[in-house]
């Protein structure tokens, strides 16, 4: 995928985390949602080995989503990708539904891992790595974290080890949005220098600005030196895209009027339906 | 590993952990895709000549017992056979959410090991005692729950796990030189079928491993008295034998369940689940741990303190029998 088509696929995952947002009638993790988007607008349209035909593909890189709460920049991405029917991701939210607010296994739909408690995600993740390796395969084990994840003491015990063991084939991605479900990270865990944090854990890090899709992709292929993992520090913009949630923690976990979501259309530059359309 | 009368001794004086450390060194050769994770205690648990002799296949996560559960769920992920091993509540307790998590929602082929679980950890305290493991791990959905019951079981039970395809949680209990070999010989081992050991009319004795060679020797206690017993060994905690439990129940005018766990949560409570909803159920007597943290001191001190010997057992079904 070229970079002018990157970029819209995440015009493309922006709309549709609107709308299933709205249809759904629930409240969904907007914020978290959207600030990852450019991110994996790359991962899925850039840089991931997959087959969307056959998502159980032995040979595929394997991604696995620990900011479990992320699955607006998630399922989104998985439609793009031609993974899943237009069919499926309409099941959104729905009673029983296979996408519900937090990824549950399903390799035959591309998702490799429950998640949803967090700092789960790194860990299961050198376990991927560490049976690639013992098995000579060449495929990429991705985690992608949140910042306030990295709360969690487990994601520290797996950076310990993931370095030990020089999980070359493991790269860990953090939306750095520097806020959390309770606001500001500098008033919770101030998380400062994040890339020099797991440099201090033996890491190769890629400090970026998560929304430049350029220097996304230059991270991403960056290989790592002398053996170690690589964590990309993607700075973002909690909400990015709609100027009203740009920032604000209320719109961490919150529900979608028609009012706002017809001016989050409008800000994103759609045409926002006719009364009785939407 | 051949189980026989001399082997049986042997094992004995070596212990639940040492024995285990043998068999997963003797199953690991038919199961190239097998890998022990240790978090940091490879030598505590028997795994030092495992090490030794299986470099590639055994590995020290470091003293972080989440991050090993994890990753333990990704190699199993990509087709490895996975001992996960730590001391019982730094596994079963610790880690619980991430067994949970990976193991029980996601269904993944990993066996947590839980070595010195009950009081066997002695002098070293509640810190190290295993007492809340069988509570915890048998109310995750998926999971399967065994405790051996002397050293011979643990080897059928490493044989078992390395066959089994699935989430599984080994208790081991016992301390080297005080485990009573109940099996000397070779024996149809299946996981989830209970073992009658001996039987009798009066009342049915359903115990787990450390307790199940003192519910042998209750049983001798009993018989002076000239009360009968059955002795099942339900090594099998979850899923439970519930066949076995129907024909105990239908025989047997009293059931006392028998092991070093919390009166909470174990196989008493597991036993009384099943039985609750039953009209025509036998009255039901729980002996194990009680719902508080311990004294410390040696092993043998420890269960003769909590009255899990023969002879303050015996007594206690005695006068169970008598109400």
Not at chain 1, 9 to 16: G, H, L, P, Q, S
Not at chain 1, 62 to 89: C, N, Q
Not at chain 2, 193 to 201: I, M, N, P, Q
Not at chain 2, 247 to 258: F, K, Y
Request: glycine share 10%.
């Amino acid at each position: 995928m070229s970079f002018p088509e990157i970029d819209r696929m995440a015009t493309f995952m922006r709309r549709k985390i609107l709308d299933i947002s709205f249809e759904c009638g629930t409240s969904t993790h907007l914020g978290g949602g959207l600030s990852m988007v450019d991110v994996m607008s790359v991962i899925y349209g850039k840089v991931l080995r997959f087959d969307p035909a056959n998502p159980r593909w032995e040979e595929r890189d394997r991604f696995i989503l620990s900011k479990g709460h992320g699955v607006l920049g998630y399922y989104p991405a998985l439609l793009a990708a031609g993974i899943i029917s237009e069919d499926t991701f309409q099941t959104f939210q729905q009673n029983g539904s296979h996408l519900i607010a937090h990824p549950v296994m399903n390799l035959d739909l591309g998702i490799e891992s429950s998640n949803g408690s967090l700092g789960h995600g790194l860990s299961m993740g050198i376990g991927i790595a560490l049976a690639a390796k013992r098995k000579g395969k060449d495929f990429q084990t991705y985690v992608f974290m949140g910042d306030g994840e990295t709360n969690e003491g487990s994601i520290w015990e797996a950076a310990m080890l993931a370095a030990q063991q020089g999980l070359d084939n493991l790269t860990a991605i953090v939306d750095y949005n520097k806020m959390q479900s309770d606001g500001d990270s500098k008033d919770i865990i101030h998380v400062t220098n994040m890339a020099e944090r797991f440099q201090a854990f033996g890491w190769h890090a890629e400090d970026v600005d998560g929304h430049d899709i350029d220097r996304l992709v230059a991270a991403f292929e960056t290989p790592s030196p002398n053996g170690q993992p690589k964590v990309i520090v993607a700075h973002t913009v909690k909400g990015k895209g709609v100027p009203f949630m740009e920032h604000d923690g209320a719109w961490h976990h919150n529900r979608l009027t028609k009012t706002n979501y017809h001016a989050a259309l409008e800000a994103l530059g759609f045409d926002v339906p006719d009364e009785g359309d939407a | 590993m051949e189980i026989n009368a001399r082997s049986a001794r042997q094992w004995s004086r070596l212990g639940p952990r040492g024995i285990f450390g043998q068999a997963i060194l003797a199953v690991a050769e038919e199961h190239p895709d097998m890998m022990v994770l240790s978090a940091d205690l490879g030598g505590s648990s028997g795994l030092e000549r495992f090490r030794q002799a299986f470099p590639d296949q055994f590995l020290n996560t470091g003293i972080a017992e989440q991050n090993m559960i994890g990753v333990a769920a990704g190699l199993a992920k990509e087709g490895h056979n996975v001992f996960a091993t730590s001391f019982s509540p730094f596994i079963a307790m610790r880690a619980s959410e991430q067994i949970r998590m990976n193991l029980g929602y996601m269904e993944m082929n990993v066996k947590a090991v839980a070595i010195g679980s009950g009081v066997s950890m002695g002098l070293l305290g509640n810190s190290h005692f295993g007492l809340e493991d069988v509570a915890v791990m048998r109310a995750i959905p998926n999971m399967t729950v065994v405790s051996p019951a002397d050293c011979a079981e643990v080897v059928q039970v490493v044989r078992a796990a390395a066959e089994f395809d699935g989430p599984m949680y080994i208790r081991l209990t016992g301390a080297a030189g005080a485990c009573t070999p109940v099996y000397t010989e070779e024996y149809d081992f299946k996981i989830s079928k209970a073992d009658t050991l001996r039987t009798g009319s009066n009342v049915a004795l359903i115990a787990c491993g450390s307790m199940v060679s003192e519910a042998l020797k209750t049983a001798e206690v009993l018989a002076e008295q000239g009360v009968a017993a059955t002795v099942v060994n339900m090594h099998t905690i979850k899923p439970l034998d519930t066949d076995a439990l129907d024909q105990l129940a239908g025989t047997h005018p009293a059931i006392v369940t028998i092991e070093e766990h919390s009166v909470v949560g174990g196989l008493g409570s597991a036993v009384a689940e099943y039985f609750a909803p039953k009209s025509d159920r036998a009255p039901h007597l729980s002996i194990g741990l009680p719902d508080e943290f311990v004294k410390a001191g040696e092993y043998g001190y420890i269960l003769e303190q909590q009255g899990l010997t023969s002879a303050a057992i015996s007594e206690r079904v005695l006068n169970f029998l008598k109400d």
